[in-house]
């Protein structure tokens, strides 16, 4: 019955060391997004997929990529994390971008920066 | 823009006793306005939207909110909290413009006593 699957639940990587978090859904959404959630803060937007068109939110800093192969999975691409970057990542998914479409959330990665 | 502020980041209420957790918005057209629970290393999941129409919205688990436009305010109730009902709790404001765009407050964290 899983709808929004992340993984893996918990990455540890090094300082500056590339690192990948996987997304994939099986509801078939046009829409996929990927939130930041900092601890014991609110989740925040870093960008979003409608089909293959990419949408960066201003101020997602550039050390942050997304890819989407197909329409079931994202990947979310950190290409030097720091310190800072510890958080919970968050992919969510929609069937279109109007107001009136629930967005579905997955379990979210917790990656630790060592 | 559109911002959103959750009043008390932490609420502490007994078993059987009335959940109130607070939430203004400020948006410059019409808002959308969303609770979700998150659980403790879950993702989000929502608990109930005001989109349209009648201003007191039910939501899942017993959880309801009323949209009261003249204070700005969304305010999500439970008549009687569980233990299951601990959680951190976010609201989040759309503007049709901003298509599914949410903005999420910092959250409340939700403890419930025996």
């Known amino acids: 019955d899983a709808m929004v699957i992340q993984n893996p639940r918990y990455q540890v990587t090094q300082f500056g060391k590339p690192v990948t978090l996987s997304c994939s859904q099986t509801l078939n959404h046009n829409v996929m997004y990927w939130y930041q959630q900092k601890s014991s803060q609110a989740p925040k937007l870093l960008f979003h997929?409608?089909?293959?068109?990419?949408?960066n939110e201003a101020d997602t800093p550039d050390n942050f990529q997304s890819r989407r192969p197909n329409t079931s999975f994202c990947f979310l691409d950190i290409r030097s994390p720091g310190l800072g970057d510890a958080a919970m990542y968050l992919c969510?998914?929609?069937?279109?971008?109007?107001?009136?479409?629930?967005?579905?959330f997955g379990p979210g990665t917790r990656l630790l920066v060592l | 823009a559109q911002s959103v502020t959750q009043l008390g980041s932490h609420v502490s209420v007994s078993e059987g006793a009335l959940v109130l957790l607070r939430c203004n918005y400020s948006?410059?057209?019409?808002?959308?306005l969303f609770w979700y629970v998150q659980y403790p290393n879950q993702g989000l999941q929502l608990l109930l939207k005001?989109?349209?129409?009648?201003?007191l919205v039910k939501g899942i688990n017993g959880f309801e909110a009323e949209f009261k436009k003249s204070e700005t305010s969304f305010h999500l109730t439970k008549p009687s909290a569980h233990m299951s009902d601990a959680a951190e709790y976010f609201c989040a404001v759309s503007e049709d413009n901003a298509g599914n765009m949410l903005t999420f407050g910092g959250g409340t964290r939700l403890m419930v006593k025996p």
């Open positions: 969510a998914t929609s069937r279109g971008t109007s107001v009136w479409e629930t967005q579905y």
């Open positions: 005001y989109t349209t129409g009648a201003t």
């Open positions: 997929y409608y089909d293959k068109d990419f949408n």
């Open positions: 948006s410059s057209v019409p808002p959308y």
